[in-house]
Structure formats: structure tokens, C-alpha cells
T-cell receptor, first 114, second 115 residues
Framework: GESVGLHLPTLSVQEGDNSIINCAYS??????FIWYKQESGKGPQFIID?????DKRQGQRVTVLLNKTVKHLSLQIAATQPGDSAVYFC?????????????FGAGTQVVVTP | DADVTQTPRNRITKTGKRIMLECSQT?????MYWYRQDPGLGLRLIYY???????NKGEISDGYSVSRQAQAKFSLSLESAIPNQTALYFC??????????????FGPGTRLTVL
């Protein structure tokens, strides 16, 4: 039968403002987390990652925060630019049988307005 | 990422046809993956291969098969395509030799439409 698409959560951000994209994960045993950016018509591209023994990691204009107590991950983008408009995915990996495999979230659409 | 290529980029086919999607990589990675992306559902793992002789089912393998012809090539087949296999398909690679072997590198995707 015909599938019905789900609407992605959308974050609308004004150019120059900071963006915060949130991700909740369910597996308390997850050991590795990664953020990907997917622009229209392209494959996902790596942004930043973090291991469970850290609670913060910074890259160029991006920061990932990990709160293991509430199983929450966030991606902060400083001074958001039009080129940051994309869908952002978080993903996690767990040691054991699933190590080396990523479990992806549904994604958040970021729209940067002038 | 130009190091991971997928062919074809777009394909329209009819119900019941056999379809093969191909993935090639020049990264020298040993691990390869096939994902399916549907609107609002993120990426779901179809099959993965940790080396040439290792093939594993992912969470949605029914209706699909794969072949790892060489370390650099991993193809996905739909034996008898059905309309609900209409989706965007991504190949990805990773290296077990890297300190961060969980980081996967994605191809540009294949948009498949089954009528």
C-alpha cells in the first residue's frame, strides 16, 4: 500500500542566531553518539561525535552536549548561516553485538531565515 | 562524498521487476552498509558487511538481498520490487582499522520509485 510520510520536527532559526537541536536516546548502554547533516539531494555528512565518557565536545562552530542521566544529546550551532539549512540526524552505537552499527533518530529539519 | 559512489542515482521501475543498486568505494574501508530512508523515519539498516565474507541482516532485510563482490563493492538487490520499497537508498562505509570505526561515510544516494 501507499506509505504516508511523517513530518519532521522543524527548527526555524534566524541567520546569525544560535541553533540548538535536541535528540533523546533510549539505550542507556549506548557508548558512542554522532551527528550528521543531510542537505537536500545529498547523503548524510559527519558533523561531530562524542563518546559516553565525555559530556561535551566542540568543533568548528558546533558543540555536542551529552547528558547520560536523562539520555539526551544536543547539537549547538553558533551563528547559524544559510548553509546550515538541512536535516540533522543523531545516531548512537552500543558495544556488544551492535558495535559498529548506528541507530539513527528521525531527524530535525533546520530552516535558516534571513 | 565522492569516495563512495552509487549507481544508478535515480531509477523508476515496475512492480515485480528485479532491481540492483550498486555501491563502490575507493576509501579502502572493510565495512559497508545499505540503508533505506523514508520521509520522517530517518535511516534504517537493511544489510551490512564487515568484510568480504561477512554478510549480516539489518532491521529491515525482508525483500532485499546483497552481494559483496569485492572489498570495494557492495550491491543491493530487490528480487521482486513492490511499491512500498519506493525510497531513498544509501550506501555507507567504515573502517575497522580506524580508532573511530563507528563513523560511517555515506554515498550520494539512489532514489528508487516502484510503480
Amino acid at each position: 500500500g501507499e506509505s504516508v510520510g511523517l513530518h519532521l520536527p522543524t527548527l526555524s532559526v534566524q541567520e546569525g542566531d544560535n541553533s540548538i537541536i535536541n535528540c533523546a536516546y533510549s539505550n542507556s548502554a549506548s557508548d558512542y553518539f554522532i551527528w550528521y547533516k543531510q542537505e537536500s539531494g545529498k547523503g548524510p555528512q559527519f558533523i561531530i561525535d562524542i563518546r559516553s565518557n565525555m559530556d561535551k565536545r566542540q568543533g568548528q562552530r558546533v558543540t555536542v552536549l551529552l547528558n547520560k542521566t536523562v539520555k539526551h544529546l544536543s547539537l549547538q550551532i553558533a551563528a547559524t548561516q544559510p548553509g546550515d539549512s538541512a536535516v540533522y540526524f543523531c545516531a548512537e552505537a552500543t558495544k556488544g553485538d551492535s558495535w559498529g552499527k548506528l541507530q539513527f533518530g528521525a531527524g530535525t529539519q533546520v530552516v535558516v531565515t534571513p | 562524498d565522492a569516495d563512495v559512489t552509487q549507481t544508478p542515482r535515480n531509477r523508476i521501475t515496475k512492480t515485480g521487476k528485479r532491481i540492483m543498486l550498486e555501491c563502490s568505494q575507493t576509501k579502502g574501508h572493510d565495512r559497508m552498509y545499505w540503508y533505506r530512508q523514508d520521509p520522517g523515519l530517518g535511516l534504517r539498516l537493511i544489510y551490512y558487511s564487515f568484510d568480504v565474507k561477512d554478510i549480516n541482516k539489518g532491521e529491515i532485510s525482508d525483500g532485499y538481498s546483497v552481494s559483496r563482490q569485492a572489498q570495494a563493492k557492495f550491491s543491493l538487490s530487490l528480487e521482486s520490487a513492490i511499491p512500498n520499497q519506493t525510497a531513498l537508498y544509501f550506501c555507507a562505509t567504515a573502517s575497522s582499522g580506524d580508532w573511530n570505526f563507528n563513523e560511517q561515510f555515506f554515498g550520494p544516494g539512489t532514489r528508487l520509485t516502484v510503480l
